[in-house]
């Protein structure tokens, strides 16, 4: 199912490039909803994509709260990036990345 | 106005110190320590490359990264714009720069100018190391004509 939705992303990202949207934003919003599931997708100048899947029966969860959830998960990956000890393309292994991740957890599960 | 001394500090020990150790002094050694330096360059260059366009807009075309790094990245490590940018639309870059900081305190004119490439290599790497990051692999070389000025030639292939 991710990689369904990174195909959306995928078509997202050129459709920005062709259109002369306003909107450069690195957000992209609700991908697109299936039954149980929603998935959320965000992309960096560095061409990284994040992409969230929430589960559908979390309705409080508002747009906001996912643009919070996303820049904090780019902000931790370009500490990630400065670690001398990370080597670009490895998988990473940073506690600190990780413990980042689980205190986003609670506020969707 | 300190913040610039440090790193212009900084780079100027990290050559001597590279070439303090040259067992050999022939063209071999050389270009050791200017690949070493340039390595050194792109990994700052690749963190930069993130940390950097964090809060700007999405970048849509190629030339939209090098007009940052001409203005932000050159703004932030150097404190000042780069002077000029010429583009063939082909891929080939010529960014110049009249009054390169780590080149400025040396000389103005021809004197030095054979040490200049070692002051280059490291910036050489930095623009390669932040191009990669933002999704353009390229070669980058530079050359200087008179100090202080400074040209960067980037041959670039986003594909």
Redesign the interface.
Known sequence: MVHTSLDVVDEKISAMGKALVDQRELYLGLLYPTEDYKVYGYVTNSKVKFVMVVDSSNTALRDNEIRSMFRKLHSSYTDVMCNPFYNPGDRIQSRAFDSMVASLMPQVC | MADAALFEFLHMEMVAELWSHHYDPGPGGQKMSLSVLEGMGF?VG??L???L??E??????ELDVLKFLCKDLWVAVFQKQMDSLRANHQGTYVLQDNSFPLLIRMASGLQYLEEAPKFLAFTCGLLRGTLS???IKSLVTASVASLPTCESWGVGDSS
Do not use: H, K, N, V
């Not at chain 2, 700007?56 to 075309?61: G, Q, S």
């Open positions: 990994r690749q963190a490359g993130e940390r366009p964090q700007t807009l999405a970048f849509r075309e990051t933002l999704g």
